[in-house]
């Protein structure tokens, strides 16, 4: 079973993730509302998969995305912001993340991000 860490400094958005994927089979090994915690919580799980908000306090999710490639350059991480600019979804996807999805979002539109995610995880 794939481990997720959700990163958003909304409690609503966090919930919402956890529980459409939950659903889905994954394990929801961390939460955390900023890319501090994120890190401190990646370190310790080993996650498999990512979910990121970008725009969040202490540090941001770009600066995140970039931390938790360091650590691991196989975790597959799915951006999930309220920042729709192509600009900032480029950046992230720079960065190493491999998804990005709007917020708001709906639960199909999040299972099938993470379906996609899981699905190149399985051919690389």
């Given at each position: 079973m794939k481990k997720l860490l959700i990163v958003d400094d909304s409690n609503i958005?966090?919930?919402?993730?956890a529980?459409?994927?939950g659903k889905y089979g994954l394990e929801i090994a961390g939460m955390a509302s900023n890319g501090q915690e994120a890190?401190?919580?990646?370190?310790?799980t080993r996650c498999d998969?990512?979910?990121?908000?970008?725009?969040?306090?202490?540090?941001?999710?770009?600066?995140?995305?970039?931390?938790?490639?360091?650590?691991?350059?196989?975790v597959r991480i799915l951006v999930v912001s309220a920042l729709a600019d192509k600009a900032t979804a480029i950046l992230a996807l720079k960065e190493g993340a491999q998804g990005f999805?709007?917020?708001?979002?709906?639960?199909?539109?999040?299972?099938?991000?993470i379906g996609e995610l899981i699905s190149d995880d399985d051919n690389d």
């Open positions: 958005i966090r919930s919402k993730i529980r459409c994927l890190l401190a919580q990646f370190k310790a998969l990512v979910t990121m908000d970008l725009t969040m306090p202490h540090m941001d999710g770009i600066e995140c995305i970039r931390a938790l490639r360091e650590i691991d350059a196989h999805l709007c917020k708001p979002f709906t639960e199909s539109d999040l299972t099938e991000a």
